[in-house]
């Protein structure tokens, strides 16, 4: 694993690429470019039979320019490092900092390319790969650039390892209204490469994500909590509240269809349902009318507002059946 530091001052643990997967792409790609210069010299030989000895000389040192050394810079700059035997092979070559390459890159690596590949058969290329501890030959060490690994299995990379049992639940009144989506998607790209990455990295990461996030909840890490345990019971306890949160919606729709309560009839001043504190913060609860009828909270309204609202309405009629007779009685104020 290579630590490398971006402009940001962000560490980035990348994984260099080695010898045998980097001489495979390096094969695929002599392949390709030795089959198109071929073509182009027999195809300039037929064209320019009739040139003498020099011009001929001078065709075949451009063409020999063009394909084996413009063409391997050109595809490496229009494609940010990926040849077409880096992407078979699932690497690419990036800048120091993590960066993608640009031309200037490019053409360091492909004039070295043509002394230490190509005039040497790429014994020089080899033994530099096998030296350098991130593998690196001689024209990645002028560029200034690394090949790496960037082929992720889908699955690996997709799933957030679960918290530890103890922790499950234990964040559950743990106010996450403040923390912003930006550093949500850094936890769960931490938690789904932190396997990869390598251990002093990975806990310098988890400590910095932990840290961020303690000063967004206003809570701090428990003592006795590891970093990384912390952040992945933090985004299951996210992840538990969206699925309650689904739940009590697609509830609460089916009833409203099958009663058909007005919506918005136990909801606050502000179109929004109250929340309950909890260890310190403050969690959502879900909506009145996302609840069942008979679990929904009744407002309980002052004795004197009750007084003037039946003398104001009037007594209840019962389907089929007669008013009440009125008895004069109100309740106490």
């Known amino acids: 694993m290579s630590e490398l530091v971006t402009g940001d001052a962000v560490v980035l643990g990348l994984r260099p690429a080695r010898l045998p997967s980097r001489a495979l792409a390096l094969a695929i790609d002599l392949a390709l470019v030795g089959t198109a210069f071929v073509l182009v010299s027999i195809g300039l030989a037929m064209t320019t039979a009739k040139l003498d000895d020099a ?36 690497l690419r070559v990036v800048r120091d900092d993590g960066g993608p390459i640009r031309f200037r890159h490019a053409l360091v690596r492909g ?17 530099a790969s096998l030296v350098s501890a991130r593998g690196r030959r001689l024209g990645d060490v002028f ?8 082929r992720v299995p889908a699955g690996r990379a997709a799933a957030v390892p679960p918290p530890p049992p103890w922790l499950v639940g234990r964040f559950a009144g743990l106010d996450l209204s403040a923390v912003p989506d ?10 789904t490469r932190m396997h990869q990455l390598d251990a002093q990295v990975g806990w310098s990461m988890a400590e910095r994500l932990a840290g961020e996030m303690a000063t967004r909840t206003g809570v701090p890490v428990p003592e006795g909590v590891p970093a990384g345990a912390y952040l992945a019971a933090v985004v299951n306890e996210r992840q538990a509240r969206d699925a309650r949160r ?16 007005a919506e918005g009839a136990h909801a606050g001043p502000d179109g929004q349902a109250g ?24 407002k309980s ?28 009685f109100a309740p106490p104020a």
């Open 182 to 191: 930006d550093l949500w998607l850094a936890i769960r790209q931490y938690l």
């Open 111 to 127: 004039a070295m390319g043509v002394v230490e590949v190509l005039m040497t058969l790429g014994v020089v290329a080899c033994i």
């Open 246 to 261: 689904v739940l009590a919606t697609g509830r609460g729709g089916a009833v409203r269809v099958g009663s058909g309560q």
């Open 301 to 328: 309204l002052p004795a004197a507002e009750v007084a003037v609202t039946s003398a104001r309405v009037g007594p209840v009629v019962e389907e089929g059946g007669a008013a009440p007779a009125a008895t004069g």
């Open 143 to 150: 560029a200034g650039t690394l090949v790496v690994r960037e």
């Open 275 to 298: 929340s309950r504190a909890l260890g310190g913060g403050a969690v959502a609860s879900p909506s009145a009318e996302s609840l069942p009828t008979e679990s929904r909270p009744v």
């Open 55 to 90: 011009a001929l000389a001078a065709i075949s040192v451009a063409s020999f320019l063009l394909v084996l050394v413009g063409g391997p810079i050109a595809v490496e700059t229009l494609s940010h490092g990926r040849s077409l035997g880096k992407l078979a092979c699932g």
